[in-house]
Every structure is written in structure tokens, then in C-alpha cells.
């Protein structure tokens, strides 16, 4: 499984660790566990004055999909929204065929997870921190 499972380009965005770490004075900041595998992921935000993202910064503890998943949305999350990073997430869930149809930019490197419905979470864990933290 693993080798269908961590494809090269999963590997990559994990490896490029966009957007990880702390931000010394986030706006706002939210946790999401998963309790079925031990995910653990922390976003950080600050927003401008409009409400959409000027910074963003992610600390994960968990499996490689997760911490690509996250460098993932952290690649394209600057100048977006609420509305934006939900848009995002439909990206992701395409990819990992929980919606129609084929996904676009960094998130169609999750298309081998699509037949690991136990690993889906992990890739969607990240944008549930994030959604929290736009809350």
C-alpha cells in the first residue's frame, strides 16, 4: 500500500514544508486531532483587514499525507478567504474522490488516497484546523 500510497509528488510536498511552523502573533490559531490515526495539526493565521489570509503557518504531527497535505494548502492560502479555502477544500476532496470529477493544482498529487478511504482524513485533517481558525 505504501508504495502506491506515497507517490513522489506526496512526497515532495511534504519534503517542501510550506508553511510550517509558528507564527510568532497569529490573528487566530485552531487545533484539529484525528483520533483514528493520531494526527494532530495546528494552523495559524493573520489576517488583513479584509479578512482573508496574510500569513499562514502549520505545525503537524502526523503521517506523511497530512504534512503534505498541509504544505499543500499552505502553498496556496495566502490572499484567500474563508470562501476561498473552502474552495480549495472541494480541490482535495476531488482528489481523493469523496467529490466528482479531477482535481487541480497541488492537491491532484492526493489522487492515489482516493482508494485508501482509511487515509482521507488525513489529507482533509489540515483544511478542518484551517476552516476552525477562519471560523
Do not use: W
Request: contains cysteine; aromatic residues 2%; proline residues 4%.
Amino acid at each position: 500500500m505504501s508504495d502506491q500510497l506515497y507517490q513522489e509528488q506526496i512526497v515532495a510536498l511534504a519534503k517542501a514544508r510550506t508553511g510550517a511552523g509558528k507564527l510568532a502573533n497569529p490573528t487566530k490559531s485552531a487545533r484539529r486531532d484525528n483520533p483514528l490515526c493520531g494526527d494532530r495539526v495546528t494552523m495559524d493565521v493573520r489576517l488583513d483587514g479584509q479578512g482573508k489570509i496574510a500569513e499562514i503557518a502549520h505545525q503537524v504531527r502526523g503521517c506523511l499525507l497530512c504534512q503534505a497535505s498541509a504544505s499543500a494548502l499552505s502553498s496556496i492560502a495566502i490572499g484567500r478567504d474563508a470562501v476561498g479555502i473552502a474552495a480549495a477544500r472541494h480541490e482535495a476532496e476531488r482528489a481523493v474522490g469523496r467529490e466528482e470529477g479531477g482535481a487541480a493544482g497541488p492537491f491532484a498529487a492526493f489522487a492515489p488516497v482516493a482508494a485508501h478511504k482509511s487515509r482521507q482524513e488525513c489529507v482533509l485533517l489540515p483544511f478542518e484546523a484551517l476552516k476552525d481558525a477562519l471560523a
